[in-house]
């Protein structure tokens, strides 16, 4: 969820640059007369050159990786997305000797342009065969974790986090009411479990990233297309993240704000349900009248509690329900992915024009707030 907080930040930080593009930059320190430490830096050169925001059997990764993983590289699908492999350029910072024959490869992510770091991210390279592949942080940080399974759901935690049966059972419940709504099939995800959003970005492969450090509050991310969870803070039942695993694949093409809207509305935002945004969100408004909701994607700040865009997102999908069930909302979400498209399905299923939104979404707020 906290992920949407620096979608726009990133979008305009990133120049878009082609993939193939990337060139590796080495700090002094980086000892490339040492023969392993040379091998590996040329193994992570040839990655970031091989077009790593894409997907193919990629030479240079992990084959144990690339079997278990649709996308094998977590730096790429998990929390910054295609951004990091996007108009930044990589900065070597050290490759160093870890336990089990691996190598810490540690790289900055910085944008020139902007004077901006995005990152500063890990992976690992290990020998096998005779030759280094690549490999996530994840697994290997997380290698003591506990698992444990509850239908569909394989927790992961730290040997010293007391594990919440009952919350994960109601998981497990969040998730069959899922299947029944929208008549589908369970999903097999991987759930890690984390006092905060910071640790677990950590492990995932982050060591810093733009953000860190700030206050804390329940948060967490899914990495799609490998069906990861991480619940920073929220436990073991944290269903806005479960929404994205089961919903978005149906409506993949729909706009981003009705989507996280979607997971808002079924599963709440930051560790509260809809409707606490909702009524924070109708006196926040109440005293900011030069807000015009007319035009949704200028309304990107609020506080750091709610996030008005994913809640107005939410607050669309309800009404949609309560104008006609689970049709409607289908309707609501099944136009395009602009922001053209999404006046379109606000004017399709509400009747309602562009130049009115502002005085339509005030109203209702208002009306349900009350």
């Known amino acids: 969820m906290k992920k949407v907080l620096f979608i726009f930040l990133l979008l305009l930080l990133a120049n878009f640059a082609d993939a193939k593009s990337l060139k590796l930059v080495l700090q002094s320190g980086v000892d490339t007369t040492d023969i392993r430490i040379k091998q590996i830096v040329d193994l992570w050169r040839s990655y970031l050159a091989s077009n790593p925001d894409s997907s193919f059997d990629n030479p240079y990764w992990s084959e144990k990786e690339k079997k278990e993983y649709k996308g094998f590289d977590f730096l790429r699908s998990g929390y910054q997305g295609d951004a990091i492999y996007k108009g930044f350029t990589p900065l070597l910072l050290s490759v160093s000797p870890k336990d089990n024959g691996y190598y810490k490869i540690k790289t900055a992510f910085i944008s020139f342009d902007y004077q901006q770091e995005l990152c500063i991210a890990n992976v690992y390279a290990k020998k096998v065969k005779g030759k280094f592949q690549l490999f996530n942080a994840l697994t290997i940080n997380t290698k003591d974790w506990i698992k444990k399974t509850v239908g569909s759901i394989t927790y992961h935690y730290s040997q010293d986090y007391k594990f919440n049966l009952a919350n994960a059972e109601r998981m497990n419940s969040f998730a069959d009411s899922l299947q029944r709504l929208y008549n589908l099939k369970p999903v097999k995800a991987d759930f890690y479990l984390g006092k905060d959003l910071d640790q677990l970005l950590k492990l995932d492969g982050l060591e810093f990233y733009m953000g860190m450090g700030n206050n804390f509050k329940i948060s967490g991310f899914t990495d799609e297309l490998n069906n990861i969870i991480f619940s920073g803070g929220g436990g073991e039942y944290y269903p806005h993240e479960l929404v994205h695993i089961y919903l978005n694949p149906l409506f993949k093409n729909s706009n981003w704000i009705l989507k996280v809207g979607l997971a808002v509305y ?89 130049e009115q939104c502002n005085s339509f979404l005030r109203k209702e707020l208002n009306e349900y707030s009350r």
């Open 266 to 354: 079924y599963g709440g935002a930051m560790g509260h349900p809809l409707v606490w945004h909702i009524k924070r969100m109708n006196n926040y408004l109440s005293h900011h009248p030069e807000i015009n909701l007319d035009t949704l994607y200028n309304f990107r700040y609020m506080d750091s509690n709610t996030n008005p865009q994913a809640e107005l997102g939410g607050f669309l999908c309800m009404l949609a329900i309560q104008k006609g069930g689970i049709t409607e909302l289908k309707r609501l979400l099944s136009f395009g992915s602009s922001q053209d498209d999404l006046y379109e399905a606000i004017e399709k299923v509400f009747g309602i024009k562009r």
